[in-house]
């Protein structure tokens, strides 16, 4: 499994849809994944439940999605702050998507589908989570100047990953240690 974790607005779910798309594996989102399987939003969730309750969601999601075969998986930007899901990432590749706060705040300022923004500590979120991107990362690719393609490009090159110019069917993806 290629992980992807970061900040929010780092762009994990659109550089994972391309990296995946270039590698002919699945793309998993995991924000998404967590909505099917509550049938609501994630603001809906964390209006009914708390922010503790969509984290307790939110491990167990990732549990069953990290079970499934080799993909290329999004996390949401506060997955990393939960112990477990820390502990369940071992043994996968896990690509931080470096980005600085000021330039995520631009990318997702105003976003009514991300409820961690109403938070007034947000700054200090913010640097409480980089030690844990930092402890799960086996790879750190700064987003900042980079387009889409070459955020996925560097990821390709970093995990010394072939790089075929079209993309192959899922089944035809070669296994990988440790998946
Ligand atoms: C969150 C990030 C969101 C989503 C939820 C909580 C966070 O995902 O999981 O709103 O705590 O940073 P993105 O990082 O994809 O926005």
Not at 82 to 102: C, N
């Amino acid at each position: 499994m290629i992980v992807l974790v970061g900040f929010m607005g780092a762009g994990k779910t659109t550089v994972g849809r391309a990296l995946a798309n270039r590698l002919g594996r699945r793309f998993v989102d995991a924000d998404r994944a967590i909505e099917r399987d509550q049938g609501v939003s994630i603001p809906a969730i964390f209006e009914g439940y708390g922010e503790a309750g969509f984290r307790e969601i939110e491990a167990r999601v990732i549990a069953e999605a990290l079970r499934r075969p080799a993909a290329v998986l999004a996390l949401g930007g506060g997955a990393v702050t939960t112990p477990s899901v820390r502990e369940a990432l071992a043994g996968h590749r896990v690509v931080l998507l470096e980005i600085g706060y000021d330039d995520a705040l631009a990318r997702i300022a105003g976003d009514a589908g991300r409820p961690m923004l109403a938070r007034p500590d947000l700054a200090q979120e913010f640097a409480r989570r980089q030690p844990l991107y930092a402890e799960v990362a086996t790879l750190v690719v700064p987003v900042a100047g980079r387009s889409t393609a070459e955020v996925a490009e560097a990821i390709v090159a970093g995990l010394g990953l072939s790089s075929p110019t079209a993309a192959r069917p899922v089944d035809a993806a070669v296994p990988e240690p440790g998946e």
